[in-house]
């Protein structure tokens, strides 16, 4: 059994290319599954075996926690295994809400680590009862689809994903596993206790459901799949449907008719998800809205969603605005050249200079941004002018995004996207929208040339000396 598990959790870590190179960051609070996971990632086959740190939070939530920490220090030293501790003390835990706190903390604390070590993953030892009590819960919780899928992988910091090996594997088999390999762990003696929502469920309901149906677990496994596989899917057409709808600083009214019924309730959910925020347009005010805008006898409407967000519709157009916009008129900026190492004040907005010689880090505002190019990717002179919606900012691969979309992806309000300033070239090509998103060039930097940056300060900062 030992050796059958090791075999699957192997070929479950197949598919992230681990090597001896790569530095991986164990969540381990000494409980059965975390160990398991530490001692499985131990013995991988050394040419797979990436560099292990382990990282333990300390709560001080019950009175074994300090042996716990003396445990996992103990063991990462007879391992010859890093290991990085926090500790949570009392006088910082919150009156209510500590379950919800104490996630953040480790959370928290795990990207810290992961930042450290330059670590290309976080593995936590979630396994497949974890998975189907999470479902059962948000499932009597009740909400909207996407908040059905389960535990499942995401980024924890721009370079680090978090990971869960152990979700094909059973509580069963993982505490046989450390049975057989006489591992040594800790229980937490508030699994036990059913006051919890969790632990209703761990101990009544899913036992009751794997005698129903021996293949539980693994149903669960395949619909989160499923779930998953369709969600991101649908995501990408509601994605693909908005671009084709963006019009001005709003919507397509015409197009957006066009659509099939459902598509329209799943374009506008999308839209005022990322526009006003996710779940903050209640079902209601969704119905309302398509309401609105199916209404050919009513060509223009208001629909108030909260104290700051109008739904408008327009004849032509449709879409959210700040309630302030109305009165609100953009900041529109000249055309100015910039001279060499100078800074050029944008009024509004901030200053922004491009300069020959590099500053030192500490010398900045932890709010300035800095683009570094070579001469090679610059054609002088460079202008600052105000930002036209079509203006197309370079990607890669040799895609291109309009300035229109790159201000709505920043949420910039629509009152505020006329005008905002974007540095050009010569030619007229976009090479930075101001403190948004910067174009990529695709010439090489050759390191043997000279080297320019350009440094944007928003408004509110202290001078550079």
Not at 86 to 103: C, D, F, L, M, Y
Not at 426 to 455: A, C, H, M
Request: charged letters at 25%; hydrophobic letters at 35%; proline letters at 3%.
């Amino acid at each position: 059994m030992n050796g059958s598990l090791q075999r699957e959790f192997n070929l479950t870590l197949r598919k992230y290319n681990l090597k001896p190179t790569d530095t991986v960051v164990v969540g381990v609070s000494t409980g059965v599954d975390s160990m398991v996971l530490l001692t499985l990632l131990e013995e991988l086959p050394s040419q797979r075996r990436p560099k292990i740190v382990v990282a333990h939070v300390n709560h001080k939530l019950r009175a074994q926690s300090t042996q716990e920490q003396a445990f996992i220090e103990k063991y990462t030293q007879t391992h010859n295994l890093r290991v990085e501790i926090k500790v949570w003390s009392v006088n910082q835990h919150p009156k209510t809400g500590i379950e919800n706190a104490a996630r953040k903390i480790r959370y928290d604390f795990f990207a810290e680590v992961a930042r450290k070590f330059q670590a290309r993953f976080l593995f936590t030892a979630h396994q497949a009862d974890d998975q189907a009590e999470t479902f059962l819960m948000k499932l009597v919780r009740g909400g909207a689809l996407q908040q059905l899928q389960g535990i499942d992988s995401r980024k924890l910091t721009q370079n680090t994903m978090v990971v869960r090996p152990l979700l094909p594997f059973s509580k069963e088999a993982i505490r046989q596993f450390a049975t057989r390999k006489q591992l040594k762990w800790y229980e937490d003696q508030t699994n036990t206790d059913e006051s919890f929502t969790r632990n209703r469920m761990r101990h009544q309901i899913v036992p009751r459901l794997k005698q129903e149906n021996a293949q539980f677990l693994k149903h669960v496994q395949d619909y989160e799949t499923q779930l998953q596989l369709l969600i991101r899917a649908t995501e990408q057409r509601e994605e693909q449907l908005t671009k084709e709808l963006v019009f001005d600083d709003g919507y397509r009214t015409e197009r957006f008719l066009e659509l099939s019924t459902e598509w329209q309730n799943l374009t506008i959910q999308y839209i005022s998800d990322h526009e006003v925020g996710e779940g903050k347009v209640s079902k209601q005010q969704q119905e309302e809205i398509l309401c609105l805008l199916g209404n050919l006898q009513k060509p223009t409407g208001k629909l108030q969603i909260n104290a700051q967000m109008d739904f408008i519709k327009d004849y032509q157009k449709f879409g959210f605005f700040l309630t302030t916009e109305l009165q609100k008129k953009p900041l529109i900026i000249s055309d100015s050249m910039l001279i060499l190492n100078q800074w050029h004040s944008i009024e509004g907005y901030g200053k922004v200079g491009v300069f020959e010689t590099d500053y030192d880090a500490k010398k900045l505002d932890d709010l300035c941004q800095v683009m570094q190019l070579s001469e090679n990717q610059l054609i002088f002179p460079l202008t600052v002018r105000s930002a036209k919606p079509h203006d197309k900012l370079g990607l890669k691969n040799t895609h291109q995004k309009s300035v229109r979309r790159a201000l709505m992806d920043a949420k910039v309000p629509s009152w505020q996207r006329v005008g905002w300033p974007l540095l050009v070239d010569k030619n007229e090509q976009p090479l930075w929208l101001l403190g948004l998103r910067k174009s990529w060039l695709q010439t090489p930097f050759d390191g043997d040339v000279q080297k320019y940056f350009i440094i944007w300060k928003p408004n509110n900062l202290e001078e550079l000396n």
